[in-house]
């Protein structure tokens, strides 16, 4: 297993509401990268986390935000919560921001489920 | 950008056959492609990977073959076992984003 670690294992939050994801690096990594997959379907990039700044962005709206804290681990935060928002949520971590370079190792990820 | 698909969606195969998974990418600057093993209510895990320098890398019984002419790249898993059922996926990448196939579930009966 990997040292990345999610929480929640899973939520269920409302229309409307507001969530926030968390993610525990691996040791020694300084990039975390957040993933949105829906079932049946391949993980979705939504953005990434180098050295405390966003280095990157998916296809997602601007209610889809995030953080890197001095520790390297990281959340993402998401308001005004729609059904279709629910999926399993995937943060990986790894050395450096280019997966050509660095292998990016998932977490369990956070199941949420939007009613 | 880039974008990755990924050919069957489902496969089933007894025990013992080879399973092939094949996938294509759309951008020509890619030169690095994992492969993910995904079970059921479980993280995704990097089972092997190719960068663009070669066309061939082997680990026991798996194995992944690269055309970059063609912009394709396979994945073989020899003598499967009922552990190897799962969702596998193939990914490409777009500078520090991995671009992920839609997934191939593969079913070893014994």
Known sequence: ETGVTQSPTHLIKTRGQQVTLR????????????YQQALGQGPQFIFQYYREEENGRGNFPPRFSGLQFPNYSSELNVNALELDDSALYLCASSASPLPSTDTQYFGPGTRLTVL | GENVEQHPS?????????AVIKCTYSDSASNYFPWYKQELGKRPQLIIDIRSNVGE???QRIAVTLNK?????????????????????CAGHNTDK?????????????
């Open chain 1, 23 to 34: 993610c525990s690096s691996q040791s020694g990594h300084n990039t975390v990268s957040w």
């Open chain 2, 98 to 110: 991995l671009i992920f196939g839609t997934g191939t579930r593969l079913q070893v009966f014994p």
């Open chain 2, 10 to 18: 489902t496969l089933s195969v007894q025990e013992g056959d080879s």
């Open chain 2, 57 to 59: 890398k082997k680990d």
């Open chain 2, 69 to 89: 002419t063609a912009k394709h790249f396979s994945l073989h898993i020899t003598e499967t076992q009922p552990e190897d059922s799962a969702v596998y996926f």
